[in-house]
């Protein structure tokens, strides 16, 4: 079992920036992959970025050039660091922990960009 915490979220205005953190605990194991997602009130949850415990990272193109993913292996935590907020970034932000079967999922964490 993993369990994930998500914290960081809130309200920000736009062109603003939020730090998002997402601690990990439980049975981890090196070789996984972390990532963020979001999902907007009556929108599918979307992906925004992942980084694997080498450090190799992907992201969404609407997110490129704005927000960086990070992790600290030591503290099992991963960032996403969220500049040049926009309205259309609001969302409930989701981390989640890939390595083999079954995937685990935080409880999400609110972020609002007011325009």
């Known amino acids: 079992q993993v369990q994930l915490v998500e914290s960081g979220g809130g309200l920000v205005q736009a062109g603003g920036s939020l730090r998002l953190s997402c601690a990990a605990s439980?049975?981890?194991?090196?070789?996984?992959?972390m990532g963020w997602y979001r999902q907007a009130p009556g929108k599918q949850r979307e992906f925004i970025a992942t980084?694997?415990?080498?450090?190799?990272?992907n992201y969404a193109d609407s997110v490129k050039g704005r927000f960086t993913i990070s992790r600290d292996n030591a503290k099992n935590t991963v960032y996403l660091q969220m500049n040049s907020l926009k309205p259309e970034d609001t969302a409930v932000y989701y981390c989640?922990?890939?390595?083999?079967?079954?995937?685990?999922w935080g409880q999400g964490t609110q972020v609002t960009v007011s325009s």
């Open positions: 980084i694997a415990s080498s450090g190799s990272t």
């Open positions: 989640k922990y890939v390595r083999g079967y079954p995937a685990y």
């Open positions: 439980g049975s981890i194991f090196s070789g996984n992959v």
